[in-house]
């Protein structure tokens, strides 16, 4: 009932205290649409891995690629499964790969090695297996040969990642960088490619591979897959659609981020809505007059409460959309974590969703109401007469 | 000074608008009371333009709290136009003053934030009319007042006397029976003073609205028809 | 009175404004004091570890394993007081699936030398090493499974197949926090029997005289030409390794930490800029009365200080049950590999109240500035 002019105006009169409570309330608002964009990019990432369409098979139990060891004569059984997809001559699409960490130094770090994971594929399949898979830069490498292709997100972030570089992962195991792969922007552009035999002999895995992959000829094939490969114990297999194998491997690690993100956000919180309180109140002691009269020409005491506490909702919302703002501006930074599943580096993005901005608008709202309650009340609790008393 | 020289117009031997008995009013400095009014009567008529004057603390501003609503005394019946408002709830008393009472207050009270029509205008955001009709009665006081050229200017782009014109604009703009006046005219210089005074007895005159103002200039009290003297919560 | 008193009375003016600000500098401080910690904890890890071990592992990546045969090459050279091998088994206890632990199949001849900080009564530690299927396991893992003494007990494996049994010989208390109370160990002979690849070890530990990085590339060295190298390195190194994983993060956490400051300074300066703009005629009357403009810089920083002061001691009371009882607790249960300790260390909680007190200063800057500048007249024309 009281205009919102007045509120409007009276925040913006006062521009020194009101700007310390929206920036206060800025930084809040914009550590907690970073971490949800995080978090949001991580899941975004991985689960671009997903597809129904398409399966993984690992031993059973493992919790990653790493730890899966499924002999290399399974591979065709598995691939004899049905609802496999099969190419022009009743060709299974399907391939065994190998996963393996190897230890990369950063650019600018040499001797601080990090984990980067590295995988034997069959060059040959590689576009029928993975349809998103693309060269962007280079070649693919030659099947057999000691060529390896670089993943967009990693190239350039480790010593001699380079298209026309040579990397030693291993002693007495150069590769040549040949090419650059894109893989609509999942995880897997995290990654190091090599030849699937090239890879074997070098790090001793005759006769296995990590992992099996295959296309479905149609999603719903999969229950039949799934049925024909985990029933036979002996094999000790399990099977699983991209998208589920993912969804295990960014859960944790998504989980961790927001967490963190929301406690430090809370308590953050805090500081921000007692700022917005010590504004508010130094705001009602220089209007008693103006509130006094208010009360005094017939406006009631919730139209003084509702009044404030709006407010201070007005100031958190300009922090708010201030921090928004900041935040969309992280969509342009490349962040590097520590997959605790697979131990590997992954290079993951700040994601903007459209629940990213609801929740912080809530958190927004909910820190003005907070902030403006009580200084409200008490502008309410104020009778005419002393508040006009000079 | 006993100058109780009262005006009455033809035919009016109405009730009174304003009846005050056997008021008290006591405050509290910590935990000392402060007794202001104590067992006071006064009868206030219809249209009567009212002068109350006494020195500091004699409780002339309380006995005007008093009868504007904005205030309930310790003790004692206040009833206006009819109706005791001394029992009145919060919320009741204020909607009643925003029917009954027009304020005009010494330093003017006006929102600085908002433009003259607006703070005109601020009153009858307590009435149903549409936005159309409110800027139409807002700009109608302001006429009245003589200030229809200033509706879109800030406070502080005003005088002290225009500031004042723009008070008693929103404090008439609810046509309201009774206008309250506290030192209407102690922040203001002689020339503007006198404008105030005549604007405030025109409205009594032409607009048949009831006036009670405290002051301690001698010229306002001039302008009233009746006086009365308040000396330590007793009138004289 | 001196001036501080006086600043520090003036405080009591505005009694629910200096309350807020108080309140809201120690919640900035409490915040600031749980991100370090984080980070303080992180390392105190590798802060821990013992400066003579030094740890052996293939050189590509550690969850290759090494030739058995590697463990005597070492014990061999020069500098190697003793030297111990662990393989990963990636155990499971098949009635609680989700509870992780630590279980590893080591040499039980050398294991409890080279880590003395794991102390176990004398016969337990007889007893385990005569019995091929024994085990030794952390009090709180036991506890979580209702492992006793002389029970019989079956594992899984995340990589290897069946069912494993092993017979509880007893347990282990270590001597130090950043030694895991979730691992269990037993037999290398045993597990090798039964795991598909044959002589193989993950990683060898050793305790080495003399400098234990010379030692470390004396044995890197040895294995060069080998089919398989190795990389060796103090266990403090081999610790922080793991971090640069989350440096990332460790960043990120520095940079909030850095926000949460600047937040307590916009708290600060708020309030010292209102209580300045309040007292101009007051200034005005002391400036009169003889005091200098220097005297008002002191005043109002003076008075800020003691906000800052009086926030910084509150987080500090605040930050102890909160962040080291509370949440350190917690994570000292559940996450122990990251944060074995997580105590505020007296650098860290000294720093926050240097930094509380500091940024009060700065924060005062301005309007200290401002009130010292006044022209005497004008302030005092805002009298009344």
């Known amino acids: ?390 | 000074m006993m100058d109780a020289t009262a005006q009455q117009k033809p035919g009016a031997a109405a009730a009174p608008l304003v009846s005050l008995r056997a008021i008290k009013k006591t405050y509290w400095r910590g935990k000392e009371p402060v007794p202001v009014l104590d067992g006071l009567d006064l009868e206030v008529p219809a249209g009567s333009f009212e002068a109350l004057m006494g020195p500091s603390g004699s409780g002339k501003s309380t006995l005007l709290h008093l009868i504007a609503g904005l205030d309930r005394p310790t003790a004692g019946e206040v009833v206006v136009g009819g109706k005791t408002i001394s029992t009145m709830g919060e919320s009741e008393l204020a909607r009643w003053r925003a029917a009954t009472i027009g304020f005009i207050f010494q330093s003017f009270n006006l929102i600085p934030v908002l433009t003259a029509q607006q703070n005109v205008e601020l009153p009858l955001l307590l009435t149903k009319l549409s936005s159309a009709d409110r800027k139409k009665r807002a700009q109608t006081a302001l006429r009245i007042v003589g200030l229809e050229d200033r509706l879109h200017h800030f406070p502080r782009q005003l005088s002290g006397g225009q500031e004042q014109r723009v008070a008693i604009a929103r404090a008439i703009v609810n046509d309201p029976q009774i206008l309250v006046a506290d030192e209407p005219t102690g922040d203001l210089d002689r020339q503007s003073a006198d404008d105030v005074l005549t604007l405030m007895t025109r409205l009594n005159q032409e607009l048949g609205k009831t006036i009670l103002m405290v002051t301690h200039d001698p010229a306002a009290a001039e302008r009233a028809s009746i006086r009365r003297r308040l000396d330590k919560g007793v009138l004289v | 009175m001196s001036l501080l008193r006086l600043a520090a009375t003036n405080l009591r003016r505005n009694l629910l404004r200096s309350l807020l600000t108080i309140a809201g500098v120690s919640v900035a401080v409490v915040t600031f004091l749980m991100l370090r910690t984080v980070i303080w904890a992180w390392n105190a890890a590798a802060d821990e570890a013992v400066p003579d071990r030094v740890v052996t592992r293939h050189k590509v990546t550690f969850i290759m394993t090494l030739p058995h045969r590697y463990l005597d090459d070492i014990r061999q050279t020069a500098g190697v007081r003793e030297a111990t091998a662990a393989n990963w088994f990636g155990g499971k206890e098949p009635n609680h699936p989700n509870e992780f632990f630590q279980a590893l199949a080591v040499d039980p001849e050398t294991w409890f030398t080279v880590y003395p900080e794991m102390v176990i009564p004398e016969e337990d530690l007889a007893d385990w090493k005569t019995d091929r299927q024994g085990m030794i396991t952390g009090d709180v893992i036991a506890g979580k499974f209702g492992w006793k003494k002389g029970d019989t007990v079956t594992l899984e494996s995340n990589i290897f197949e069946g069912e494993w049994q092993f017979h509880v010989s007893g347990f282990y208390t270590p001597t130090k926090r950043s030694v895991d109370r979730n691992t269990v160990m037993f037999h290398w002979a045993y597990f090798n029997e039964q795991s598909p690849g044959k002589e193989q070890v993950g990683w060898i530990i050793s305790r080495t005289q003399g400098d234990p990085n010379e030692v470390g590339r004396r044995i890197d060295r040895m294995f060069d030409e080998r089919d398989i190298q190795t990389v060796s390195q103090d266990e403090a190194t081999f610790q922080r390794s793991w971090l640069a994983g989350f440096s990332a993060i460790i960043y990120a956490i520095n940079i909030v930490s850095v926000v949460i400051l600047l937040i307590m300074m916009m708290i600060l300066g708020n309030t010292v800029a209102m209580g300045v703009r309040e007292r101009i005629p007051e200034y005005g009357v002391l400036r009169a009365i003889g005091f200098l403009p220097r005297h008002l810089v002191a005043l109002v920083v003076g008075e800020a200080v003691v906000l800052g002061l009086l926030g910084g001691l509150l987080g500090l009371g605040l930050a102890y049950p909160i962040v080291q009882e509370g949440i350190g607790r917690w994570l000292e249960e559940n996450v122990q590999g990251f944060f074995p300790y997580f105590d505020i260390s007296p650098g860290n909680a000294v720093l926050a109240v240097l930094l509380a007190i500091g940024l009060a200063v700065l924060a005062s800057a301005l309007p200290a500035l401002q009130a010292s500048r006044l022209g005497v007249v004008d302030a005092l024309r805002r009298v009344g």
């Open chain 1, 1 to 390: 009932m009281i205009p919102l002019s007045y509120n409007l105006r009276s925040i913006v009169v006062r521009r020194t205290t009101s700007a310390a409570a929206v920036i206060g309330i800025a930084l809040v608002v914009f550590v907690l649409a970073s971490t949800l964009m995080l978090s949001a990019g991580i899941r975004d990432t991985l689960s671009r891995n997903g597809g129904v369409d398409s399966v993984v098979v690992i031993r059973k139990g493992s919790d990653n690629e790493l730890s899966s060891i499924i002999d290399q004569n399974k591979v065709g059984t598995i691939l004899s499964a049905p609802g496999v997809a099969r190419s022009d001559g009743d060709i299974p699409i399907g391939t065994g790969e190998i996963a393996m960490i190897v230890q990369l130094a950063p650019t600018g770090n040499p001797l601080g090695l990090t984990n980067v994971q590295m995988r034997g594929v069959d060059p040959t399949v590689l576009q029928k297996i993975r349809p998103r898979f693309r060269i962007v830069e280079g070649r693919m490498m030659a099947p057999g040969t000691d060529e390896a292709i670089v993943g967009r997100a990693i190239e350039g972030q480790f010593e001699h990642l380079a298209v026309g570089d040579t990397i030693e992962p291993k002693k007495n195991l150069p590769l040549k960088v040949v090419g650059t792969f894109e893989d609509g922007g999942s995880s897997l552009e995290s990654e190091l490619w090599a030849d699937i035999d090239t890879t074997r002999a070098a790090f001793g895995r005759q006769g296995i591979v990590s992992s099996v992959r295959a296309r479905l000829d149609d999603p719903s094939s999969f229950a039949a897959f799934e049925m024909t490969v985990e029933s036979d114990k002996n094999l000790g297999l399990e099977a699983m659609t991209e998208t589920e194998w993912s969804d295990k491997q960014s859960q944790f690690l998504s989980i961790f981020v927001t967490a963190l993100g929301v406690i430090i956000s809370f308590f953050f919180a805090i500081g921000a809505i007692i700022g917005a309180m010590i504004t508010m109140y130094a705001s009602i002691a220089n209007r008693q007059q103006e509130i006094g009269t208010l009360r005094a020409i017939g406006f009631r005491r919730r139209h003084v409460l509702l009044s404030f506490i709006l407010e201070s909702v007005l100031l958190a919302l300009t922090g708010g959309v201030l921090g928004c703002l900041a935040a969309l501006g992280m969509s342009f930074v490349k962040f590097s974590i520590l997959n605790f599943v697979t131990f590997s580096q992954m290079v993951f993005k700040f994601h903007a969703t459209p629940s990213v901005f609801g929740v912080a608008l809530v958190f927004t709202v909910g820190m003005g109401v907070l902030g403006g309650l009580l200084p409200a009340m008490r502008a309410a609790r104020m009778s005419p007469v002393e508040a006009m008393r000079n």
